[in-house]
């Protein structure tokens, strides 16, 4: 863990420093975004110092070719990336002809803040420049959750001292690059830009072309500038290969001030045609103007108001767990809510480019079980719909691998996979069953079969060929197989029989047989499941072998597991850890030691079919081996370490996930945050803390305050309720706020819940 950049607060991030040697963590943890579109916490005005600029639109997107030196049968051609979109954040300005650079000018008062009730950046700062002028000015910008084409940027400049000539120039460019693109090449092409008579700015830019058939992205940015000022002003247009910009100069003496709101419209060929962009962006200006910056903040709150309404967790007596928790679901929510089932969370979301902005299997793992109680059941079906979406692209990938069924990708924009790691891409194949086990906790929590009776089965039914085609039977064991595979820890690549991957095959072969039998004939007519395919899995399901050690009492990771040079992760230096930024690769797939959960992956998902001592053993086993270098990881332990009764594990496992960017524990989060982690603060705490289960309409607590909190809260919505609970360390409140009466368990006893009444426990 670094140095801590922030201060802890429970509702804003915050600093007086500005971290130049750590400039681009600091850029991480202040990005903000509406789930339409989002930046890092990048300056406006110019900045000299390193940085990593960026700026994202969600589903915009290009395929660079894989980088690699020789191809193999049924490699992606491609590695999909979200690109940095066209910059309309820049606002570069000057005093009396010197730039505003923090890099190069002296400064003082230097405030930095993101204010997690609304995800409203702030920053302000006095600046020094010759002649003993002073300036203060002050920054502060958000993404409209009202209209999620607008960005919203306001400068305030007030002369302290002294007597400045200012210039301003909001722009708007695509004069862009990523850091990690192949060949240094620019992704966009300027189609048209233009200066209009009103003040309006206009670019329009397309994403260049490539050879693979993908869609080309075309996007239009129009800008206006709303000046305030006591004094005359001149206005100027500016228009550069790549650019346009509004020149605003001002000579402002002491006490002077200006004022600029810079309002953005975004909008992209994902919903609009070229030919109709322009008028589009106008529209959306024309209202915008009526408004002032105030005035859309205060709509923009309405909406966080409502959201923190359902979804916020209360924690007493830890400040820095308060904070965690609460910058984990803003920054959730400013990636994804739902809007679109066109979208899907990446792991670094708005917030760098690593990981290329695409879909992996975290959202299904991880996401889906908090957003399934935090939000409106319309969200989860729409991450639901998303991948029914993307079921051709499932069958395309198997078909590429010589198999039948569907496998979803690892990574993916449109459904085909866009990887470039084999091991990664076509080895980690349990990411399968993940999709097909997110039908099932949506429907299970939410009892709404009409998903998985309809397109639901569709799903289940590709993966379940895809698994029966994929396995092989041992005629020498006289079992079912699955070789040459990686599971959830990536730490080893290649293996046969991980234990995670062929329970969870063999679970979704049950699931996909027991729904079948739900479905109408017509349904069933459709699918064509032969009686021979369904008898076929049967026999996988009953003879699929399963590595573990009796003597032990533990589930082997996969086969010769234990020939691996055992000893624990505290054995390692510390100076060499993380291990992924000090060893060969070649050493660490030698190692015994485990990226993240993966034999414990299979108890989280499959917890009713476990006993405590089977949970116990196997948690007692595996956690020392672990080096949790894996943002997924630090969450499931905490579940499981809560459950088994390490109380003590439990809750440093939490603060590890809640606190896993904030803290930098894995000395990674200066390229972007990791977005599709940071559910896994909720989830310690709700599936954790307070011991939340859910089968067969039935809601389960098993409870337990960690010893330096005084207690906790949180809502959860449940088949049209809408709970309250609060854990104290003598005793706990549950309420129905909202919907018919439930009976829920706790610690064991039946608890009758009614609207109105508090029920103690």
């Keep these: 863990m670094t140095k801590r950049l922030f201060q802890i607060d429970p509702w804003v991030i915050k600093t007086n420093e500005l971290a130049i040697a750590d400039k681009r963590l600091q850029e991480s943890m202040t990005s903000i975004g509406n789930g339409y579109m989002g930046m890092r916490g990048n300056f406006e005005e110019h900045y000299s110092g390193d940085t990593l600029k960026g700026l994202y639109l969600a589903g915009v997107w290009f395929p660079d070719k894989t980088r690699v030196g020789w191809w193999k049968n049924g490699y992606p051609k491609y590695f999909g990336k979200a690109i940095n979109s066209p910059d309309f954040l820049s606002i570069p300005i000057s005093v009396n002809g010197e730039d505003v650079d923090l890099a190069r000018i002296?400064?003082?008062?230097?405030?930095?803040?993101?204010?997690?009730?609304?995800?409203?950046?702030?920053?302000?700062?006095?600046?020094e420049f010759a002649q003993d002028v002073q300036i203060k000015f002050e920054f502060a910008r958000f993404m409209s959750n009202v209209t999620q084409q607008l960005g919203l940027i306001s400068v305030k400049a007030t002369v302290l001292s002294g007597q400045a000539k200012l210039v301003f120039q909001p722009s708007i460019s695509s004069d862009v690059h990523n850091e990690d693109a192949n060949y240094e090449e620019n992704f966009w092409e300027l189609k048209a830009h233009s200066a209009q008579s009103d003040n309006r700015y206009s670019l329009t830019v397309e994403t260049k072309s490539n050879p693979f058939g993908t869609p080309r992205f075309t996007v239009t940015e129009e800008m206006q500038n709303i000046v305030a000022s006591s004094v005359e002003i001149q206005r100027e247009a500016v228009l550069t290969d790549q650019a346009v910009a509004e020149k605003i100069t001002v000579d402002l003496a002491a006490n002077q001030s200006i004022s600029l709101d810079k309002q953005v419209a975004v909008v992209t060929s994902r919903d609009v045609a070229e030919a109709q962009q322009i008028a589009d962006a106008t529209q959306i200006l024309d209202e915008s103007k009526k408004l002032s910056f105030e005035d859309h903040l205060q709509a923009h709150n309405q909406i966080w108001q409502q959201r923190w309404a359902q979804s916020d967790v209360?924690?007493?007596?830890?400040?820095a767990a308060q904070q965690g928790i609460r910058f984990n679901i803003l920054q959730l929510f400013m990636t994804y809510y739902g809007e679109d089932s066109r979208l899907n969370v990446g792991p670094k979301g708005f917030t760098g480019e690593k990981y290329g902005g695409a879909t992996y299997w975290d959202t299904e793992a991880y996401i889906v079980p908090m957003y399934l109680a935090v939000t409106k059941p319309e969200v989860n079906r729409q991450l639901l719909e998303y991948r029914y979406r993307q079921l051709p692209g499932a069958f395309h990938n198997a078909r590429q691998q010589g198999l039948k069924g569907a496998l979803y990708p690892m990574v993916t924009f449109d459904g085909i996979e866009c990887h470039n790691e084999w091991e990664i891409t076509f080895e980690e194949i349990h990411r399968n069953s993940a999709i097909a086990h997110a039908i099932y906790d949506y429907t299970d929590y939410t009892g709404d079969m009409s998903y998985v009776l309809n397109h639901g089965i569709e799903v289940l039914v590709g993966i379940a060929r895809?698994?029966?085609?994929?396995?092989?039977?041992?005629?020498h064991a006289q079992k079912y197989m699955i070789h040459g595979v990686t599971g959830p820890n990536e730490y080893e690549n290649?293996?046969?029989?991980?234990?995670?991957?062929?329970?969870?095959?063999?679970?979704?072969?049950?699931?996909?047989?027991?729904?079948?039998q739900q479905v109408s004939t017509e349904k069933a007519q459709d699918l064509a499941v032969t009686d021979d395919e369904k008898a076929h899995w049967q026999d996988i399901i009953e003879r699929m072998y399963f590595p573990e050690d009796k003597k032990l009492g533990i589930f082997l990771q996969q086969d010769d597991f234990l020939d691996k040079d055992l000893r624990p992760a505290s054995s390692i230096d510390p100076k060499e850890r993380p291990i992924n930024q000090h060893w060969s690769w070649d050493k660490i797939l030698r190692s015994p030691f485990i990226k993240q959960a993966d034999v414990l992956q299979g108890i989280y998902f499959l917890n009713d079919q476990f006993t405590l001592?089977?949970?116990?053993?196997?948690?007692?086993?595996?956690?020392?081996?672990?080096?949790?270098?894996?943002?997924?990881?630090?969450?499931i332990h905490s579940i499981l370490a809560a459950e088994i009764g390490e109380e003590e594990k439990?809750?440093?496992?939490?603060?590890r996930t809640a606190r896993l960017d904030l803290d930098n524990y894995n000395n990674d989060s200066d390229d972007g945050l990791h977005i599709t982690s940071m559910s896994g603060g909720w989830l310690a705490i709700v599936q954790g803390f307070a011991g939340m289960r859910h089968q067969n309409g039935q809601l389960a607590f098993k409870l337990f305050c960690p010893k330096k909190w005084q207690g906790y809260a949180f809502k959860i919505n449940f088949r049209g309720r809408l709970l309250s609970v609060k854990v104290r360390h003598d005793q706990s409140e549950f309420s129905l706020l909202a919907g018919d009466d439930l009976t829920v368990k706790v610690n064991g006893e039946a608890v009758e819940l009614q609207a109105g009444k508090v029920a103690t426990v």
């Design 106 to 127: 002296g400064y003082s008062d230097f405030q930095l803040s993101l204010d997690m009730h609304n995800g409203v950046l702030r920053r302000s700062f006095v600046g």
């Design 314 to 319: 209360q924690i007493d007596g830890d400040p």
């Design 466 to 475: 895809f698994w029966a085609d994929r396995v092989h039977f041992s005629q």
């Design 494 to 516: 290649n293996v046969n029989n991980n234990w995670y991957t062929n329970q969870m095959a063999v679970w979704v072969l049950k699931y996909t047989l027991e729904i079948l």
């Design 613 to 635: 001592e089977q949970k116990k053993r196997n948690f007692d086993f595996y956690e020392p081996l672990t080096v949790h270098e894996s943002s997924l990881s630090a969450c």
């Design 650 to 655: 439990a809750v440093d496992f939490y603060e």
